[in-house]
């Protein structure tokens, strides 16, 4: 995902210093903001205005970013909900297309077939749904992550 060189906890630290600095961000531009609205006079409290409306569309930005930049790679939505209990195992790969549509990416090998689905997470969040295929072509077992 991301090349930290932080091992594996190095994508999650990455997204952990970017919500706590987003997060001062959002607090100073709001303070900042009303600040200047309530004080400043008639002419510039555009200014105040303004700095507010970024505030607030900068985490709206950051809510839809996922979900577009996947419609942008994919050229379709994830799945519009969490597929936990739809997929089980010993459905047939007929079975699984009907109920989840075509999968995002597919593997195979000699003795493993893997289909992966994308569905909406918590907050915005694109997450996976792995379904695994055994040689006789039914499903062997389903992972979330």
């Known amino acids: 995902m991301f090349a930290t060189g932080l091992g594996s906890e190095g994508p999650m630290l990455v997204l952990l ?13 709001v303070a900042v903001g009303v600040i200047v609205f309530v004080r400043a006079r008639p002419k510039l409290r555009w200014l105040g205005g303004g700095l507010l409306a970024l505030a607030l569309a900068v985490p709206a930005g950051c809510y839809l970013a996922p979900g577009i930049q996947f419609r942008q790679q994919y050229g379709r939505d994830p799945l519009p909900h969490y597929p936990a209990g739809v997929i ?21 090998n000699a003795s493993l077939e893997f289909w992966r689905y994308s569905h909406y997470g918590r907050f915005g969040t694109v997450s996976d749904c792995v379904v695994y295929f055994d040689v006789n072509e039914v499903v062997e077992r389903v992972a979330f992550d």
Not at 17 to 29: D, P
Request: charged share 20%; hydrophobic share 40%.
């Open 17 to 29: 210093f970017a919500g706590c600095f987003s997060l001062i961000w959002f607090v100073c531009f």
């Open 88 to 108: 089980h195992e010993g459905m047939t790969k007929e079975e699984v297309l009907t109920k989840l549509g075509d999968p995002y990416s597919t593997y195979s």
